[in-house]
């Protein structure tokens, strides 16, 4: 690992549930490359995310994508005094407990909207009030996550599948927005990675089998572990990436480009 390729440097994580969760991951990667991190998490999460990232030296702030407001509150808190935002890493997802255990063509409106409003609304307001705190920063850099079944067919995943693909288009239009103001915005998916919710959506059983596929029929013959999606999603936030926007990098092993 390029040690000190972030020093000097200063994020925020949106979006850290637990220690097996792909914001921590990332969180504790950016860190260990130089980087002051901050992190949100669900208000009811704050006393356990807090106390997770504490070794991190980071500062959890709650953050309800419901109520704009705290989004608006955790911002001014980056922003207080004139020192820079450097990269915002947006990994923000909630589905409804069951939702993705039914068919597709069952799923309410309201849990719809809520999959949506989470996933990818949610980008689109954290820019608007990061925007004037990249500003200050001379390589702005925003980093979604975002999955492979976005464009893939995937047991178990439908909604959240639906809400990731328009959270892809989201970065483009959002490039395209501020990219003039020398702001960098790019997406990181990955294949399946046997974090916590990802348990919980599809099952650990089935989270292994479909890893030991991934292994078998991917170029470098292992499945991805997190450091793998940390490690792009580090260089994406350093000023190493220059004049890189609009992009969508998978990080799967060359799984996603195998015919059988």
Not at 33 to 38: N, Q, W
Not at 42 to 49: C, F, M, N, S
Not at 132 to 142: D, N
Not at 226 to 245: K, Q
């Given at each position: 690992?390029?040690?000190?390729?972030?020093?000097?440097?200063r994020g925020v994580v949106l979006g850290v549930s637990g220690a097996n969760s792909i914001g921590h991951g990332v969180a504790k990667?950016?860190?260990?490359?130089?980087?002051?991190?901050?992190?949100t998490c669900?208000?009811?999460?704050?006393?356990?995310?807090s106390a997770l990232v504490a070794e991190l030296g980071a500062t959890a702030y709650p953050v309800?994508?419901?109520?704009?407001?705290?989004?608006?509150?955790?911002?001014?808190?980056?922003?207080?005094?004139?020192?820079?935002?450097?990269?915002?890493?947006?990994?923000?997802?909630?589905?409804?407990?069951?939702?993705?255990?039914?068919?597709?063509?069952?799923?309410?409106?309201?849990?719809?909207?809520?999959?949506?409003?989470?996933v990818t609304w949610s980008l689109i307001a954290a820019c608007r009030h990061a925007r004037?705190?990249?500003?200050?920063?001379?390589?702005?850099?925003?980093v979604a996550l975002t999955s492979a079944c976005s464009h893939r067919m995937t047991p178990h995943y439908h909604v959240a599948?639906?809400?990731k693909a328009a959270l892809e288009s989201a970065v483009l239009y959002l490039a395209m927005q501020l990219g003039r103001d020398g702001i960098l915005v790019n997406a990181v998916?990955?294949?399946?990675?046997?974090?916590?919710?990802?348990?919980?959506a599809i099952g650990a059983s089935n989270a292994q089998a479909?890893?030991?596929?991934?292994?078998?029929?991917?170029?470098?013959?292992?499945?991805?572990?997190?450091?793998?999606?940390?490690?792009?999603?580090?260089?994406?936030?350093?000023?190493?990436?220059?004049?890189?926007?609009g992009e969508i990098v998978t990080v799967d092993g060359g799984f996603s480009r195998a015919y059988l």
């Open positions: 690992m390029t040690a000190g390729l972030l020093s000097g440097r990667l950016l860190h260990e490359l130089g980087a002051t991190v901050a992190v669900r208000p009811a999460r704050l006393a356990r995310v309800d994508i419901a109520d704009e407001p705290s989004l608006a509150a955790a911002f001014a808190a980056l922003g207080q005094g004139d020192a820079p935002l450097d990269f915002m890493v947006h990994g923000l997802v909630d589905i409804p407990e069951g939702v993705l255990a039914r068919s597709v063509l069952e799923v309410s409106r309201a849990d719809f909207e809520h999959v949506m409003s989470v004037p705190l990249l500003a200050r920063s001379t390589a702005p850099r925003i599948g639906i809400a998916g990955a294949s399946l990675l046997a974090t916590d919710g990802a348990i919980r479909t890893r030991t596929v991934q292994a078998k029929r991917s170029a470098t013959g292992r499945a991805i572990e997190p450091e793998d999606l940390a490690g792009t999603v580090g260089f994406l936030c350093s000023p190493l990436a220059r004049n890189v926007t």
